[in-house]
């Protein structure tokens, strides 16, 4: 029998990081902030509470929220990255680089070389020193050896602990009169403690790993198809209709798709209507309608919060209209979810969405 009070705090830990998802950051102090009463000796609700902090401005709140976390976990390799960027964004270089060694060794430690070596080189850029040189160059040597090709060094920035490296391929711009916005990104950048997480993904370089395919921009019905301006259809010579054409593929039907969902939805079927809605979100983007595409999710989500596959697919959604960063982050939170529920399936998922694996379009 499932402990309840484990339950209730994983259902407020959850409440917290979907709240995170979709923007609302005041929400999710609260779902954190409860987490964190049911169960004070955790730490991933105060890693929660930094980022979302973070992200409102409020830094000295979230180096507070960071120093809590640290005291529970202190070779943690999520709470060494979100505390290692929060005293960056405080100015606190020293401290943060320091964060940053400790981490590039717990990484080190797990088998998680590559992700070792980054951080070692946001170390060495933040704050300079032989001996952080000396680190990132042996950690470069391991690196390449572990994945079998030489790579170049990531710059300073981003990526020690965050996943925002590995689904940042080529993806294709945002099409052409996209309504895509900034406010639905995900909003926290960590990965998952080693106290509730699985092994973390190993990235390939860059510039080999492939990037999500875009959804193809699907021609229309045949009934809708009219001739391009200044090319006439030809006619066909009398008496011979020459050979049939055959018509190309219909657009797939968001409106279709959607009153399907809602008819889910009212049945009952909260997993089948996110199915749906999904589908709805494939059909927006094939029409550019990204934002669109993002809404469709986020109506999956909310009778559905803790369904792997429409957490891939606004991922998806993100790296095929170019916010790679926003995909890092999506699937981060994703992880937390699904190492709450203990499911080493959608953490497969997962690992084979940052290796540049396409997810399966719709739900199982």
């Known amino acids: ?32 902030r409860a987490a964190a009463a049911i169960a004070p000796d955790r730490p991933l609700p105060h890693v ?76 060495r850029d933040l704050r300079p020193t032989d001996a952080r040189r000396r680190r990132a160059g042996e950690l470069a040597v391991a690196r390449n050896a572990a994945l079998g090709s030489p790579s170049p060094e990531p710059g300073p920035g981003r990526g020690a602990g965050s996943h925002a490296a590995q689904v940042a391929s080529p993806a294709a711009p945002t099409p052409a009169g996209s309504d895509e916005s900034p ?22 370089p860059v510039e080999a790993e492939p990037a999500a395919e875009p959804l193809p921009v699907e ?5 809708e198809l009219l001739p391009m301006e200044g090319e006439p259809l030809p006619d066909a010579p009398p008496g011979d209709a020459g050979p049939a054409t055959e018509a190309p593929p219909a657009r797939p039907d968001p409106e279709a798709a959607f009153a399907a969902a809602d008819e889910r939805a009212a ?63 999506t699937l981060d939170l994703l992880e937390r979810l699904l190492t709450l529920d203990g499911d080493s399936d959608g953490l497969a998922r997962v690992e084979a969405f940052r290796r540049g694996a396409t997810p399966p379009a719709g739900l199982p």
Not at 11 to 17: C, D, N, P, T, Y
Not at 94 to 104: S, T
Not at 185 to 204: K, R
Not at 219 to 223: E, I, L, R, V
């Open 267 to 329: 049945a009952g079927d909260p997993r089948g209507a996110a199915a749906r809605y999904v589908e709805a979100a494939e059909a927006c983007l094939s029409m550019g309608a990204s934002r669109s595409a993002v809404d469709e999710c986020l109506r999956a989500l909310a009778g559905a919060p803790g369904d792997t596959g429409v957490h891939l697919e606004l991922a998806r959604i993100h790296v095929a209209t170019g916010h790679a960063e926003r995909a890092a982050d």
């Open 48 to 123: 929660g509470m930094a980022d979302a902090l973070l992200l409102l401005g409020r830094t000295d709140d979230a180096l507070a929220s960071s120093r809590m976390a640290l005291q529970r976990a202190p070779a943690d390799p999520s709470v060494l990255e979100v505390a290692a960027r929060v005293h960056e964004a405080a100015a606190q270089h020293d401290e943060a680089a320091a964060l940053l060694d400790r981490l590039a060794d717990a990484l080190v430690a797990a088998d998680n070389v590559d992700a070792g070596y980054a951080a070692a080189v946001r170390a």
């Open 1 to 32: 029998m499932a402990d309840p009070v484990f339950e209730r705090y994983k259902e407020a830990l959850r409440a917290g990081h979907v709240a995170a998802l979709r923007g609302r950051l005041d929400d999710a102090l609260v779902q954190y």
């Open 183 to 204: 406010e639905t990104g995900a909003q926290a950048g960590t990965g998952v403690p080693v106290e509730e997480a699985g092994p973390a993904a190993e990235p390939l």
């Open 219 to 223: 021609a229309g019905p045949a009934a």
